[in-house]
């Protein structure tokens, strides 16, 4: 029996009994602080049916396929027609059933390591308290152990793009690299970023200050606060209980660390992961589930964790709906801007690693750098000389050729190219500093022109991230009479060197 039906089947046995009481749905309760059971009591006597599961922080109140944007208030009531039963109200609600144990606050230290005694206080130590894990290790099939090993802080990124074969009874020598024959194989790729020291270190900061807050700054920048990142650490923990089962619990209790490093990339949140059948017609014995696992990103990675894990037959729903967890890509994903100041993670990582600029750091220097970047608004790489973004971020390609000598009356163009840009441009341009009311194309034409448009214009591009591209000042100049003979010579020196790449080299990437 699906869920979906037992949940028909409860409504039905619940409507058939308010049926014979006559009760009415009518007046909604005020739910707040009481527990799940209080508030369903309360829901009941007053005739409403209690259709969904409605713990503090379940998934169940955050709108599948949604991100974690807010965060609903305890008391908040939902009344909606029901679905299945005419004429009757489902209620959802959020009550004050006390969350996961672990989520104290601040997050840190979050138990300790199992050999060592230590505390836990980071996404790092975290990760090494289950590679030094002596119980753990002991449990551990042989063809998993490598994966704990990619655990390890400091090297430990995986992240990218992977590929898991469960169950493969034939190897398959021509798949690159070859596929031995035997019950796993997995190849695993990283995103280039470090997991533990860097992304998931800005995740670990926050949990661990209370105070730490970024307001929101622009329309897309919803802001990020230390209360924020936990409430989508236990709305995810929730959702963890859920599918996992009683295994999520007894994994913690097993080797403290897991918890953690699952709750931290599935709040890092990016990607997916797709299930099929490597061998669709020739198994033997026939494999009865998706064998073959695909997956990119954090959220990728632990969908198929998960799905390795339900192969086991151990966890309640082995394929569940990374859509129902609460995630952040927005703001930890390597994509993703914590900050806000339009830079991506990634691209603030790029910047920070440059030893032009910031020359004979140590490894542990540059993650301090990082986070300094990466978690503040006001430090962002900068687009000249050198941007940094290039390729990974929106960013000026071009702009028409800068200096013009032009007579009274004529009239000139001045045009720039962008690319990488998320969403919709727009421009504005400056004449002398001051903005040209009614300029908001990438192009600028201007007719008919007088001495007075001589002077220096500059166009800004925003993208509808707020990230920003400048063009360097087009230099106008305008003259009565004929042009001076060195006008055009040098004008087509420029233009010359800027088709000759002249021009564009200084948005290239340095190395
Ligand atoms: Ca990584
Ligand atoms: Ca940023
Ligand atoms: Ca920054």
């Known amino acids: 029996m699906t869920k979906n039906v037992v949940r028909v089947v409860v409504l039905a046995i619940l409507m058939t009994t308010f049926t014979m009481a006559g009760a009415v749905a009518q007046t909604v309760p005020n739910v707040e602080g009481m527990t799940a059971a209080a508030a369903g009591t309360a829901l009941t006597n007053v005739g409403l049916v209690k259709a969904t599961t409605n713990k503090y922080g379940s998934s169940a109140n955050w ?3 949604k991100v974690y944007r807010t965060i609903p208030p305890i008391g908040t009531v939902i009344v909606e027609p029901s679905p299945t039963v005419p004429g009757w109200n489902t209620v959802t609600c959020v009550v004050a ?9 601040p997050v840190w230290p979050w138990g300790t390591n199992a050999l060592e005694g230590t505390d836990v206080n980071n996404f790092c130590d975290a990760q090494q308290a289950l590679v030094t894990n002596p119980t753990l290790i002991s449990m551990i099939p042989p063809e998993y152990m490598a994966l704990i090993s990619l655990l390890a802080c400091e090297t430990g990124d995986l992240n990218g793009s992977s590929q898991v074969i469960l169950k493969n009874p034939y190897g398959d020598p021509t798949h690159v690299p070859p596929i031995a024959e035997g019950p796993l194989f997995y190849a695993l ?31 897309e920048y919803t802001g ?27 994994l913690g209790g097993l080797a403290n ?6 709750l931290g990339h599935m709040l890092i949140g990016d990607g997916t992961a797709t299930l099929s059948d490597y061998h669709l017609t020739d198994d033997t014995p026939p494999v009865n589930m998706p064998n073959e696992i695909n997956c990119s990103g954090s959220g990728g990675f632990i969908m198929a964790l998960l ?13 569940p709906d990374i859509t129902d967890y609460a995630r952040m890509p927005e703001f930890f994903s390597k994509a993703g801007d914590a900050d806000g100041d339009g830079a991506t993670n990634y691209c603030e990582y790029y910047y920070v690693n440059d030893p032009a600029v910031f020359p004979g750091l140590t490894n542990d220097q540059m993650v301090e750098k990082y986070v300094e970047y990466a978690l503040n ?6 687009l000249t000389p050198v941007d940094y973004c290039d390729g990974i971020a929106f960013k000026l390609i071009s702009q028409s050729s800068p200096n013009l000598w032009l007579p009274v009356g004529s009239t000139f163009t001045l045009s720039l190219v962008t690319g990488g840009a998320g969403g919709t441009v727009s421009y504005a341009w400056t004449f002398n500093g001051q903005p040209i009311s009614g300029a908001s194309g ?34 106008v100049t305008v003259v009565a009479g004929t042009l001076p003979l060195a006008a055009p010579v040098a004008l087509g020196a420029l233009i010359g060197m800027l088709l000759g790449g002249g021009g564009l080299a200084m948005f290239r990437k340095r190395g």
């Open 224 to 250: 990020l606060t230390h209360e924020k990142v936990l409430h989508a650490l236990n709305v995810s923990a929730e959702q963890f209980e859920q599918d996992v089962g009683s295994y999520w619990t007894l």
């Open 257 to 262: 660390g897991l918890q953690q490093v699952l």
């Open 63 to 65: 709108p599948s396929g």
């Open 189 to 219: 790729h990283g995103n280039n970023m470090n997991d533990g020291k860097i992304e998931l270190r800005l995740i670990g900061d926050i949990l661990g200050n209370v105070s730490f807050n970024i307001p929101a700054h622009l329309p």
């Open 97 to 105: 059933t006390p969350p996961s144990p672990f989520k104290s606050d």
């Open 377 to 382: 608004p006001a430090k962002r790489p900068p």
């Open 442 to 475: 990438e192009t600028y034409t201007k007719d008919n022109i007088t001495l007075l448009d001589t002077g220096k214009y500059i166009c800004t591009a925003t993208d509808s991230g707020k990230k920003m591209a400048v063009t360097a000042e087009w230099q």
């Open 307 to 319: 799905a390795v894990l339900g192969s086991t037959g151990i966890i309640a729903n082995p394929t």
